[in-house]
Structures are given as C-alpha cells and as structure tokens.
C-alpha cells in the first residue's frame, strides 16, 4: 500500500500510518463508492471495500479501545465480535447504540465475545428487552428517550475507552458529527459506481463540518483518507 500524504511512501505500514493520538479521540470509519453509495446491491457494504480498505479497517480497529456500532448497521450487516488478527492486541468490544432494542441476545455479538458487547441505550427503552441484553452482554444508559451521545461517551472514557472507532452507521455518524463529537473521518473511496442508491455516509447531519484532509492511502485504486474535522 502506498502513502501519498502526509508524505509519500511506497510500501507503508498501515498500522502506524492510522495510529490515533493518545487519549481521547473518536474516528468514524466508512466505505463508500465514487458516487457515494455505502451499500451495494446487495444492501450491504461488505462487497464496496477490497484489500486496501480491509487493511486500513483492521488496522482502525487495532488502535480502538471500543468500537461503536448503530443498531440499524449491526442488525444489517450481522455484526459480530472484534477478532483481532495476528500482533493485534486484545479485542475491543463492540458498542451498540440503540434506543429500540431491537436486538438479539443470542447473536453472535454477544454469545462470542471475548470483551463483553456493550448496549448503550436510553432510560425509555423497554425493560425487559434491556434486562435480556444485560445478561448477554452489559447495558449502559445515557439519555431519557434518544441516546444522549455525549454522556455515553463521558461514560466509556470514564471506564478507560478513551479510543473510539465508530464504524457507522449514516444515522449514529450524523449524530457524531451534528454534535461535535467526533475528530476524525476514515472513508475509503472504493474504485466503483454501485447505482445501488441509498444512503450517504452521514444521514440527517445539522449542520455544515468542515474537514481537513491529513491522510491518503492508495491501493489498487482504492483511495483511504483520513479527515480531521475542522474546528
Ligand atoms: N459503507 C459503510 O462503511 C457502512 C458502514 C455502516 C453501515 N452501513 C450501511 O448503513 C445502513 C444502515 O444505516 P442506518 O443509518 O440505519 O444505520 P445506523 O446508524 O447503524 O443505525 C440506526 C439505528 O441506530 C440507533 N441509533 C443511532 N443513533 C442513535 C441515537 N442517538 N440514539 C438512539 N439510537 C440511535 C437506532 O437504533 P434503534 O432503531 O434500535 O433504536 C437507529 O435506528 C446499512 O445498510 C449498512 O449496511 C455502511
């Protein structure tokens, strides 16, 4: 994989070129086509990304002390736990922001996770949905109907996940971004046009974010940039 920026590289280490800066950081990491689709036709984003995106995307996950994960993205794309490849360091656990809980205690998210799966949800959620994921994994609230995002952050930095990687989905990234959370975007502009149509990366965003662009990554086409938000 080549680096064109910061400074040119020919063959670079993918994990140093992405490593976060220490303390609290929140990155949202994403895959997209030229024409800014983040699914396929096939309703998913698992057929965008090739080499070059899966080793930015490992790599991503290696720096994160959580990963954080809409509902609507992880009952899409049947997430399942972080298993983090050779020299990775222990896995993250995966976060699940939902407000619903519209989620099954007996999915693979929480019956194979190492790091037990966190759900971050609201006080209004149904109670007995959040007792069941409570014994699949541990729930956190923060908020009285929607999520309030900030102090769900406030409160996993409070447990030492100080770094966030949240890899979407356009709705949780809207959220981030509306509300000056986050600090840096990962996309991955795959070397496609899908016509699949659909969502952009970020949905109901309020709000102008200015980026600045501080990374570019190139691998068979495939370009992988980093932002920092302008502040
Ligand atoms: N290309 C890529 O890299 C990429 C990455 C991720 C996702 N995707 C695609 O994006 C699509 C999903 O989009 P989406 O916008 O529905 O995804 P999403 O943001 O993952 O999920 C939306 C759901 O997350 C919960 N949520 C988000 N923000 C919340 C808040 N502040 N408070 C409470 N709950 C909150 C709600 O769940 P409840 O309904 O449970 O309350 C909401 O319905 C899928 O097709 C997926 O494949 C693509």
Redesign the pocket.
């Known amino acids: 994989m080549r680096q064109l920026l910061p400074v040119p590289v020919d063959d670079v280490d993918v994990r140093e070129a992405v490593r976060p800066p220490a303390g609290p950081w929140l990155r949202v990491?994403?895959?997209?086509s030229v024409e800014g689709?983040?699914?396929d036709a096939a309703?998913?984003?698992?057929g965008?990304?090739g080499e070059g995106d899966r080793r930015v995307f490992t790599a991503l996950r290696a720096h994160a002390d959580v990963i954080l994960?809409?509902?609507?993205?992880?009952?899409?794309?049947r997430y399942g736990p972080h298993r983090p490849g050779p020299g990775d360091g222990p896995p993250a656990p995966i976060a699940?922001?939902?407000?619903?809980?519209?989620?099954d205690p007996a999915a693979p998210v929480f019956t194979e996770a190492v790091a037990p799966t966190i759900v971050?949800?609201?006080a209004a959620?149904p109670a007995d949905r959040r007792r069941a994921l409570d014994r699949a994994g541990r729930v956190i609230v923060a908020?009285d109907q929607?999520?309030?995002?900030a102090e769900a952050l406030e409160r996993l930095r409070a447990e030492g996940l100080a770094s966030v990687l949240c890899?979407?989905?356009?709705?949780?990234?809207?959220?981030l971004f509306g509300a000056g959370l986050a600090d840096e975007l990962c996309v991955?502009l795959a070397p496609t046009l899908t016509g699949a149509g659909?969502?952009r990366?970020v949905?109901r965003l309020r709000g102008r974010v200015g980026l600045r662009l501080i990374r570019v990554l190139e691998h068979q086409d495939e370009l992988c940039l980093g932002y920092l938000v302008a502040r």
Not at 70 to 77: D, I, K, L, N, P
Not at 167 to 175: D, H, N, Q, V
Request: charged fraction near 15%; aromatic fraction near 2%; hydrophobic fraction near 45%.
């Open positions: 990491g994403f895959v997209e689709a983040v699914v309703g998913t984003s698992g965008l990304g994960v809409g509902a609507g993205t992880a009952r899409m794309e699940l922001v939902s407000a619903a809980l519209d989620l971050v949800t609201s959620a908020g929607r999520v309030d995002l890899e979407g989905g356009p709705s949780l990234a809207g959220a991955t659909g969502k990366i949905e």
